[in-house]
T-cell receptor, first 115, second 112 residues
């Protein structure tokens, strides 16, 4: 069964460093998403991406964040200068088109620890 | 803005017990409603969905009915198994949006 994959599973970085989280969505999906979950809190939407541009973003997704689909398979989330409060589990998701666009398939997550 | 409230956990049940996890929502218009499940060490998996009022979503013995009058989407299963132990998330997507708004999650533990 096709699945969304994410690398790395765990990333430790120092405050102020740049990190790139990588995702490989399901191959025939066209919508891509990033969510995050701070420990003990809700899963929060960050951004959605379609047709090589951002379609929706939340207040969390400020200038420190960017997304990119650098080739036909990867979808990345970059945090330019990490802060302690960026420590969280980051989930990538993808979905198809039409009615299937409401069915988002999630990856296993990348745990980001900022020290 | 949109929000989802689900019952606090953790919930511990014996095998074959009846399960209800309550979920209520606040949204404008007619959102789509979802239940996701997260097994230990894995990502969120879509369990079931309902896209309009009175729709019933069902999968793997789980059911939930979209009740617009009570703004609810409670998850039920008649007889739980140990393998159902996981965290369950209620979520909505607002009308015209693919952005999911999640509840806090309810951890279910089923003991033999």
């Amino acid at each position: 069964e096709p699945e969304v994959t994410q690398t790395p599973s765990h990333q430790v970085t120092q405050m102020g460093q740049e990190v790139i989280l990588r995702c490989v969505p399901i191959s025939n999906h066209l919508y891509f998403y990033w969510y995050r979950q701070i420990l003990g809190q809700k899963v929060e939407f960050l951004v959605s991406f379609y047709n090589n541009e951002i379609s929706e973003k939340s207040e969390i997704f400020d200038d420190q964040f960017s997304v990119e689909r650098p080739d036909g398979s990867n979808f990345t989330l970059k945090i330019r200068s990490t802060k302690l409060e960026d420590s969280a589990m980051y989930f990538c998701a993808s979905s198809g088109i039409g009615i299937a666009s409401y069915e988002q398939y999630f990856g296993p997550g990348t745990r980001l620890t900022v020290t | 803005g949109d929000s989802v409230t689900q019952m606090e956990g953790p919930v511990t049940l014996s095998e074959e017990a009846f399960l209800t996890i309550n979920c209520t929502y606040t949204a404008t218009g007619y959102p789509s409603l979802f239940w996701y499940v997260q097994y230990p060490g894995e990502g969120l998996q879509l369990l079931l969905k309902a896209t309009k009022a009175d729709d019933k979503g069902s999968n793997k013995g789980f059911e939930a009915t979209y009740r617009k009058e009570t703004t609810s989407f409670h998850l039920e299963k008649g007889s739980v198994q140990v393998s159902d132990s996981a965290v369950y998330f209620c979520a909505l997507a607002g009308a015209g949006s693919y952005q999911l708004t999640f509840g806090k999650g309810t951890k279910l533990s089923v003991i033999p």
